[in-house]
């Protein structure tokens, strides 16, 4: 696991660089949160994080997060966020142990978490994830070319006037790439999308989850609010993580 100085060392850099990405677009550092993306890690290292100054963590496996999270119960205010496929079986661990689930990538799981959560008496904050790459291995609403943008957005639309899901944004992954261009067309596509909600008449959906360790700084230039990073925190994760 990694030291504590060499922590706090990836933290300034991290926060330097996001600084720097934030003034070339003349935004607000403010404005961006980082989720310390803590998969592959053990509970110790969460709480390392914990203690130089993270509040908010990313896992993608319910079942993982869970066990961290009975282990963690004194962080009290520690912000879990779930950033992976939920399979519709899980749906029901997600609603009440995470503050944002980054994830609900299709109808069907929108759906499920909105019953549960209406049945559990609360409303459960999410983002909704999109596929802007077209890449096949990545979930999310379709909206490569070649998809009805009409048909896309009333998809999308339905889920964000569902009662007891709060939709407050749209997340994204972008390819694994070197290629900035492409990179830009992702993270741009997913701010357009969400111009297009909001003036089909969405709420505000303010955040956009775009961002990990290989391309955050091309994200915040984009607009991302939220940006996910796991490995410029923390090193390189324990085999098997992904
Ligand atoms: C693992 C993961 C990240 C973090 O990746 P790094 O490259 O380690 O920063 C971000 N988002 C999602 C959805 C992930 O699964």
């Given at each position: 696991m990694i030291a504590e100085?060499?922590?706090?060392?990836?933290m300034d850099a991290v926060r330097s660089r996001i600084e720097a990405a934030a003034r070339r677009a003349q935004r607000s550092p403010g404005a961006i949160r980082i989720v310390a993306v803590t998969k592959g890690h053990p509970p110790e290292l969460v709480r390392l994080a914990y203690r130089a100054g993270l509040r908010d963590f990313g896992e993608n496996r319910?079942?993982?997060a869970r066990a961290k999270q009975a282990q963690l119960t004194d962080l009290t205010d520690a912000r879990w966020h779930m950033i992976g496929h939920v399979q519709s079986r899980k749906a029901r661990?997600?609603?009440g142990p995470f503050a944002l689930v980054h994830s609900v990538d299709r109808p069907k799981i929108a759906l499920s978490l909105a019953r549960l959560a209406h049945e559990s008496g609360l409303c459960l904050p999410v983002l909704l994830e999109c596929?802007?790459?077209?890449?096949?291995?990545?979930?999310?609403?379709?909206?490569a070319s070649g998809t009805?943008?009409?048909d896309l957005l009333a998809s999308l639309l339905a889920v964000t006037r569902l009662p007891s899901l709060e939709v407050r944004g749209l997340m994204t992954m972008a390819p694994w790439t070197g290629d900035v261009m492409l990179?830009?067309?992702?993270?741009?596509?997913l701010v357009q999308l969400r111009n297009e909600l909001r003036d089909a008449g969405a709420a505000a959906l303010p955040e956009l989850s775009m961002g990990m360790t290989d391309d955050f700084e091309i994200a915040i230039e984009e607009g991302a609010t939220m940006v996910r990073i796991g490995r410029a925190l923390f090193g390189d994760r324990p085999a098997g993580a992904d």
């Open positions: 100085s060499d922590l706090k060392a990836n319910v079942d993982e661990d997600v609603v596929n802007i790459s077209g890449e096949v291995s990545k979930d999310g609403w379709d909206v009805d943008r009409t990179l830009r067309h992702v993270f741009g596509g």
